[in-house]
């Protein structure tokens, strides 16, 4: 079955430094999403991307971070100078976009654990 | 006011028993409902997905919607050890857009 794959699967940094998590998106789908889990809280949308360009962005998708499909597999998430508090689990996720009522089955991988010290 | 709310459990039900999870949410303009399956640090896991009021059915999955209630329901019937997981309701009124539950967590004992 196919699937979207994550890496690194645990990035330890620490705080003010660049973190790139990337993404490999099921290969025929079009429409990208990052989504963060803070341990013992929600899962929360922060962005999403099609055409290579946002759609959409949350209050947390602030300027530090940053979105980006450098070729044709990859969908990748900057922060540019991280603080403690993104701290979190990062889940990429992809959607086929086959019609509106599709629209919202998105599959999520196993995500990326990011610990800033 | 929170626009999901699911209550966090833990829920402990024998297995065997029906697993009954529930969501409330505030705004009518959600039109679409779905329920995610998470294990221990793994992403969410799509179960079941539903754009209308009413009933559907999976295997031992049954999804309920009741948009005039603003209340969604998973039901697992026959549980088994492997179902114990957290699962999370998601709602959404745009593309990819999805407000989650706080999830609830079900252990499932043998």
């Known amino acids: 079955e196919p699937e979207v794959t994550q890496t690194p699967s645990h990035q330890v940094t620490q705080m003010g430094q660049e973190v790139i998590l990337r993404c490999v998106p099921i290969?025929?789908?079009?429409?990208f999403y990052w989504y963060r889990q803070i341990l013992g809280q929600k899962v929360e949308f922060l962005v999403s991307f099609y055409n290579n360009e946002i759609s959409e962005k949350s209050e947390i998708f602030d300027d530090q971070f940053s979105v980006e499909r450098p070729d044709g597999s990859n969908f990748t998430l900057k922060i540019r100078s991280t603080k403690l508090e993104d701290s979190a689990m990062y889940f990429c996720?992809?959607?086929?976009?086959?019609?509106?009522?599709?629209?919202?089955?998105?599959?999520f991988g196993a995500g990326s654990r990011l610990t800033v010290l | 006011q929170k626009e999901v709310e699911q209550d966090p459990g833990p829920l402990s039900v024998p297995e065997g028993a029906i697993v009954s999870l529930n969501c409330t949410y505030s705004?009518?303009?959600?039109?679409?409902f779905m329920w995610y399956r998470q294990y221990s640090r793994k992403g969410p896991e799509l179960l079941m997905y539903t754009y209308s009021s009413g009933n559907k059915e999976d295997g031992r999955f049954t999804a309920q919607v009741d948009k005039s209630s603003k209340y969604i329901s998973l039901f697992i019937r026959d549980s088994q050890p492997s179902d114990s997981a957290t699962y999370l309701c998601?709602?959404?009124?745009?593309?990819?857009?999805?407000?989650f539950g706080a999830g609830t967590q079900v252990v499932v004992t043998p």
């Open positions: 290969s025929n789908h079009l429409y």
């Open positions: 705004n009518s303009a959600f039109q679409y």
């Open positions: 996720a992809s959607n086929a976009g086959q019609g509106r009522s599709g629209a919202n089955v998105l599959t």
């Open positions: 998601a709602i959404s009124d745009s593309w990819g857009k999805l407000q």
